[in-house]
């Protein structure tokens, strides 16, 4: 049994039905008190000055009720000689030894009702007429007080259950609700992931395509080059239309994320090792130099699972983007290795620009290294990225089972 707390400060609940519980207790113990007197009386188990005294007792304690909510220890130190010494406040007085029992810890309630069964017993001895049973009648009242108290205790270990319950209720909904935050905040770092590593692929080239097709239109305006033909105007615009139009809708795609009911993810955004060649090819078709090499076989990368092969084309195409932003028209290195059991190895490679760039610098937003680094050891591996000897290499190494 734990001591708990005190309840007096606790309302049981509303101020209208704690009214209405008053009234009610009051009534019923002043109307039980009458009667008991009465009959007491009749039978003439009360001496002379007992008969007096009784009711105004009596009433002492039933008017004391009205405090019992706030201050229950002192309404029980306050009833005692009311309890002990009428008989019609014993109804009063088994309000007051539950109210105790419910409202004040455990054990200074048990201190005070053995002090109201101590004082019962005598009581009920002086108060035996001739005709009375006193041993029978301290009997009844120390079982009518026990009763009271148990009843009382009840009620207390009821309230402290639903105060816990709801204080468990409380903390599991709190608990839920951080759950829910960090859950969209991974949603939200995950998907500005994607769309940073899916658009900042295709933003790139674009502008590198139009920042070729107005440098070659202001040297002809200088006439410090040829002019673009027709034919050179026209491809270079079909392929900023071509990616303007990819990235429109792999950006479609990532937003179909925020409004999908069910899992998954639009099968484009969940690129394969296959796809690098189709990234290469796209990067080459902007004026890109790019070596591409890989030493894995087809038939064994495609028992990896689907994110270390989005892993993978990930790191490819940042390391391209990053190289398309930072040394332009420098020549690119990527190179795929690895087998069961060893990992696999995706590397990119480039030599550092030493010269100014010409026009606009492409825009980025500085986290894409970040966010690849994360993604990277998600799926338990790690990347690098190293600039020595005017080279800068990315590097990221992913486990891979033995088959």
């Excluded at 009051?26 to 002379?48: I, S």
């Excluded at 201050?71 to 406040?89: D, E, N, R």
């Excluded at 490679?349 to 492409?362: D, F, K, V, Y």
Aim: aromatic residues 4%; proline residues 5%.
């Amino acid at each position: 049994m734990t001591d708990g707390p005190d309840l007096a400060a606790l309302p049981a609940g509303s101020a209208v039905r704690d009214r209405v519980v008053d009234v009610a207790l009051f009534g019923v113990a002043v109307l039980l008190g009458m009667v008991a007197f009465g009959v007491t009386k009749e039978q003439g188990d009360l001496p002379g000055w007992a008969v007096e005294l009784d009711p105004l007792l009596g009433l002492a304690a039933c008017l004391a009720l009205w405090w019992r909510r706030r201050h229950p220890l002192a309404v029980a130190v306050i009833g005692l000689p009311a309890v002990a010494l009428a008989t019609s406040a014993l109804p009063a007085g088994a309000v007051i030894v539950a109210s105790l029992a419910l409202r004040v810890r455990w054990r200074r309630a048990l201190q005070v009702l053995g002090v109201y069964l101590v004082s019962v017993v005598p009581s009920g001895l002086l108060l035996s007429g001739a005709d009375g049973s006193p041993w029978f009648d301290a009997a009844f009242s120390l079982a009518y007080l026990l009763a009271a108290f148990a009843w009382g205790h009840a009620l207390r270990s009821r309230r402290l259950l639903v105060e816990r319950l709801r204080a468990d209720a409380e903390r599991a909904r709190a608990d839920h609700e951080r759950r829910l935050a960090e859950a969209r905040r991974g949603e939200r770092q995950a998907i500005a992931r994607e769309m940073h590593d899916v658009l900042a692929h295709r933003i790139s080239l674009l502008s590198v395509h139009a920042g070729a097709l107005a440098y070659r239109t202001r040297q002809a305006q200088a006439h410090a080059g040829p002019a673009l033909s027709s034919a050179e105007v026209a491809q270079s615009a079909e392929v900023i239309r071509g990616n303007a139009h990819e990235a429109v809708k792999e950006l479609q795609e990532v937003l179909l994320l925020l409004r999908a009911e069910e899992g998954g993810e639009p099968a484009s955004l969940l690129p394969r090792i296959e796809d690098i060649g189709g990234l290469v090819a796209d990067a080459r078709a902007g004026g890109q130099q790019v070596d591409f090499r890989t030493g894995l076989a087809a038939d064994i990368v495609r028992d990896l699972r689907v994110q270390v092969h989005r892993t993978v084309f990930r790191v490819a195409q940042e390391g391209l983007t990053n190289a398309r932003k930072h040394a332009p028209g420098i020549p690119v290195v990527v190179r795929l290795s690895g087998e069961p059991g060893d990992g696999l190895t995706v590397e990119v490679r480039n030599a550092l620009s030493t010269s100014p760039h010409s026009g606009e610098p492409i825009p980025g937003t500085g986290a894409g290294l970040t966010g690849l680094a994360e993604r990277v050891r998600l799926d338990g591996g790690t990347l690098d990225h190293t600039a020595a000897d005017g080279t800068f290499t990315l590097r990221a190494r992913l486990p891979w089972p033995a088959r």
